[in-house]
């Protein structure tokens, strides 16, 4: 770490600083992300789209930060960013927008994976963030689960394995540092640890043979990051502390089992499932002490002081140690000199021409059209006839999670139908005359976002499904289980998302002018053995 070469004798406040990433309010530097810089020398900061006006903006807010650490001599630090993809993405206009992770597994091509994590990523580096929060490896294998879902590439290990080894390949080949997460697995949770703790009762033997397997796939293939859950493993910290801050998991398992020697970042702090038990402050200390190296608060400058004052306080106190701080920082620093973070970020008339290029999106919309799913079409309704008046039941767009993003001008199906040539009319599933009227209809496209999760989805689905029959097609933009709440409907389209890209890949396969060429990535069956089934 030539760069670095003297960091062994900076202060104990600079050492801590490099081992956290804050968030921030505001399209341009706060006073208190300034501030945060300039005194602490924070490892890194966050985008959400708070901080997203424009590819520009970004690219000079990225710029901005820069400086302010430079000017200050402190060392660059890590701009992240949550860009997963689909339905988790903070920068969506005048960028590509690449299909989400179950999307991806649909198509069932490594290339598909590696490829959009490539681009995703010279486009983010363009930009000056260099470490994102993706790709996702949790392994999707309980349909209740409110938070993971579709950013799971599949509810199989071997397909999320190789999945992910290939994102993480395309984003470190861009220059970004790849965060695989959430490690040990939050696939199979039916509470969304924003909001709570959700605890796994399973064996260490079953965590070995599926929770674990991608996250082994992604250290062999040299992730640059791992991001921890708040999740309880009885079988791995019989005490009930959170994954994120436990030494039998970080230390125990990741280190010393796995053998990993990446950087560990936790999720964010101010996540209830550690913010109501423990808040940020306790919870950095603890995370610290367990083996993480750095330290993810994402929003209140209080809570993000006192996390920074906690652990150097625990450093004097000697509850925390010296060699414990050290060894996280040499961490960090070898990846910042790794991802070579001192190269002065491009200006932004040599970048903006490689953003969001024709190129780049035609990349895009291959694997999108590539994800689109027949699951059944046993009343042969598809291809949907252009010149039949045809009526859209288009849902309210709710986020499921936190984690969701949602835009409203991404657009209805129906909108995507008529611009294909086809004779529609759309209602929304809220309104009164939704279910009215639909002798007059030949084609009916019944769609659903998360029908399980939102009960006027479903009642609506299965009156339209019932009063209709055969004249009706449901399309899931999102959760393809919810053809386990209207199993008899003749035909059913799933796509795995509802951004423009799908909505447009959707309507071409409905309409016919492309054919279905996605698998399903996980089995819909109404066996679950989870205590989830279609009549809830």
Not at 192 to 205: G, I, K, N, T, Y
Request: proline share 5%; net charge negative; with cysteine.
């Amino acid at each position: 770490m030539a760069r670095y070469g003297d960091w062994k004798n900076w202060d104990l406040k600079q050492k801590i600083g490099q081992l956290f990433v804050f968030g921030f309010n505001g399209f341009e530097p706060t006073e208190e992300i300034k501030g945060l810089i300039e005194s602490y020398g924070i490892g890194g900061t966050i985008y959400f789209t708070r901080n997203v006006e424009s590819a520009q903006q970004v690219h000079g807010l990225s710029v901005k930060l820069q400086k302010i650490a430079k000017d200050a001599g402190k060392p660059p630090i890590f701009i992240a960013i949550d860009q997963e993809g689909g339905m988790v993405a903070r920068l969506v206009d005048g960028v590509t927008l690449m299909p989400g992770n179950m999307a991806l597994g649909a198509t069932g091509q490594s290339e598909a994976a590696e490829e959009t994590a490539r681009i995703c990523g010279e486009e983010l580096r363009l930009l000056g963030i260099t470490m994102n929060y993706a790709p996702c490896i949790d392994v999707n294998n309980n349909p209740d689960n409110p938070v993971i879902n579709v950013r799971s590439y599949s509810d199989r290990s071997d397909v999320v394995s190789r999945l992910g080894v290939a994102a993480v390949q395309g984003y470190q080949s861009a220059g970004v540092a790849a965060t695989v997460k959430h490690f040990p697995g939050h696939g199979d949770t039916s509470v969304d640890s924003h909001h709570a703790l959700p605890v796994l009762p399973h064996s260490r033997e079953r965590l070995d043979a599926i929770e674990l397997l991608p996250f082994q796939a992604a250290i062999e293939a040299g992730t640059d990051c791992i991001m921890t859950a708040h999740v309880c493993l009885p079988a791995l910290e019989p005490s009930g502390v959170p994954s994120t801050l436990s030494e039998n998991v970080l230390t125990g398992l990741l280190r010393k089992e796995l053998g990993y020697d990446g950087v560990v970042v936790t999720d964010c702090l101010e996540m209830s499932a550690i913010d109501e038990f423990y808040g940020p402050a306790q919870g950095a200390v603890k995370a610290i002490k367990a083996g993480a190296d750095m330290v993810l608060v994402s929003h209140r400058i209080e809570k993000q002081v006192a996390a920074l004052e906690a652990v150097a306080a625990a450093v004097e106190s000697g509850e925390l140690s010296m060699e414990r701080i050290d060894e996280a920082v040499g961490r960090v620093l070898k990846l910042k000199e790794k991802r070579q973070l001192e190269q002065p970020i491009e200006p932004w008339e040599n970048v903006k021409d490689a953003i969001g290029t024709t190129s780049n999106k035609a990349v895009a919309a291959k694997w999108s059209e590539a994800s689109v799913t027949l699951v059944k079409n046993e009343g042969a309704s598809l291809p949907l006839k252009r010149d039949v008046q045809t009526l859209v039941l288009w849902p309210d767009i709710v986020p499921v999670s936190v984690a969701d993003e949602m835009l409203s001008g991404d657009g209805t199906l129906g909108d995507f139908l008529k611009h294909y040539g086809a004779n529609v009319v759309e209602r929304k599933m809220n309104s009164e005359d939704a279910l009215q009227g639909l002798d007059e209809f030949e084609q009916i496209v019944v769609v659903t976002y998360d029908a399980s999760k939102h009960p006027l989805e479903k009642d609506v689905a299965r009156e339209a499904v019932k009063l209709a029959g055969d004249r009706v097609v449901a399309v899931s933009v999102r959760n393809p289980l919810d053809l386990l709440l209207y199993p008899e409907v003749k035909s059913y389209l799933a796509v795995y998302e509802c951004r423009p890209l799908a909505l447009s890949s959707a309507a071409k396969v409905l309409l016919g002018d492309l054919k279905a060429a996605g698998t399903l990535p996980l089995e819909i069956s109404p066996a679950y053995p989870f205590g989830w089934s279609a009549q809830q």
